[in-house]
């Protein structure tokens, strides 16, 4: 299967055939249990625009699946009173599985201070 340059190069070569002989021409041809032939038009046509720049799906975000959510930079007190920051929100701050930090109650607001910060200060 073509793809990139090879592949633009290929239906500007051909110009003016059928889209079945186009995509058969490039390479997207599958073999069905009966020993038919099928043609892969979406997987063509997702090269296609992979080659002209055009980039989405998986690939967009290096292959990692799905991209999550963005983060909303705002938490609610959970049922039982607990106040949740997520693992994006650490990870993000680059904090590690047993951190400590010192918390400050001021009006309206939390702070949580690395222990050891505190005490450069």
Do not use: C, W
């Not at 080659?51 to 292959?63: P, Y």
């Not at 994006?88 to 009006?107: M, S, V």
């Amino acid at each position: 299967m073509l793809t990139g340059i090879e592949l633009l190069a290929k239906v500007k070569e051909l110009g003016d055939v059928s889209k079945s002989d186009l995509v058969r021409s490039a390479g997207y041809v599958s073999t069905k249990k009966d020993g038919s032939e099928r043609l892969n038009f979406t997987a063509f046509y997702e090269a296609l625009l992979e080659a002209k720049g055009m980039h989405f799906g998986a690939s967009s975000n290096g292959g990692k699946g799905k991209p999550g959510r963005s983060l909303s930079y705002a938490t609610k007190i959970q049922f039982n009173g607990n106040l949740m920051v997520g693992k994006a929100y650490t990870a993000q701050l680059g904090l590690e599985p047993g951190d400590e930090f010192e918390i400050k109650l001021g009006r309206k607001q939390i702070q949580l201070i690395p222990l050891g910060a505190a005490e450069e200060e």
